[in-house]
């Protein structure tokens, strides 16, 4: 199957930073999700982007399909923007999401 | 508020005892879906059903069954509880599919003793 690989798997940052979350897919993909775990647990749809560049507010996320990789980035980041992030791929053939380990964001006041 | 709603939100389960963990939707999305979310291991799909009638295994489907009488409804039934069934149960739903966007209930968090 399919392998997601997201990086870093934790990062701390100071808020009011910026920062930017990669996810790596080791084949071709049809789509391409990033969803947002805040820490109630919570599990939130950021974006849709099987390829191109999509902006929702301070968040943004382009997905280069063909060198099958994804990135979120968040700006101006702030203390809600804590809790985990995943991307989810669709792949050809298969009838679930794949799901990465997550990258654990911490935004410290 | 259209969404997904699961029942219970959190339950302590003696070993070997049935549970059925409940989901509804009200966006009339044609696919259902039970995540299990357990730390380190992050979501493994459980049963899938990709239209009402329909039912399939995921990657970790031993010991729980679903059934999909209806578009709304995604039951999951563990017939005999054990403690490796310890986890955070997610509910899903999508409106094609594994390509359609995919939207998550609350969660329930289930402890077996």
């Known amino acids: 199957g399919i392998q997601v690989e997201q990086s870093p798997p934790d990062l701390i940052l100071q808020e009011g930073a910026n920062s930017t979350l990669r996810c790596n897919f080791s084949?071709?993909?049809?789509?391409l999700q990033w969803f947002h775990q805040n820490p109630w647990g919570q599990l939130i749809n950021l974006f849709y982007?099987?390829?191109g560049t999509k902006q929702n507010g301070r968040l943004s996320a382009t997905t280069v399909a063909t060198e099958r990789y994804s990135l979120l980035y968040i700006s101006s980041s702030q203390t809600t923007d804590s809790g985990v992030y995943f991307c989810?791929?669709?792949?050809?053939?298969?009838?679930?999401?794949?799901f990465g380990k997550g990258t654990k964001l911490s935004v410290i006041p | 508020i259209a969404g997904i709603t699961q029942a219970p939100t959190s339950q302590i389960l003696a070993a070997g005892r049935r549970m059925t963990l409940r989901c509804t939707q009200d966006?009339?999305?044609?696919?259902m879906y039970w995540y299990r979310q357990d730390l380190g291991l992050g979501l493994r799909l459980i049963h899938y059903?990709?239209?009402?009638?329909?039912?399939g295994k995921g990657e970790v489907p031993d010991g729980y069954s679903v059934s999909r009488a209806n578009t709304d409804d995604f039951p999951l039934t563990l017939a005999s509880a054990v403690p490796s069934q310890t986890s955070v149960y997610f509910c899903?739903?999508?409106?094609?599919?594994?390509?359609?966007?995919?939207?998550f209930g609350e969660g329930s968090r289930l402890t077996v003793l």
């Open positions: 084949d071709s993909v049809n789509n």
């Open positions: 982007i099987p390829s």
């Open positions: 899903a739903s999508s409106d094609q599919g594994a390509a359609g966007e995919l939207f």
């Open positions: 059903s990709n239209t009402a009638g329909t039912t």
């Open positions: 989810a791929v669709d792949w050809a053939g298969s009838y679930q999401l794949t």
């Open positions: 966006m009339r999305h044609n696919a």
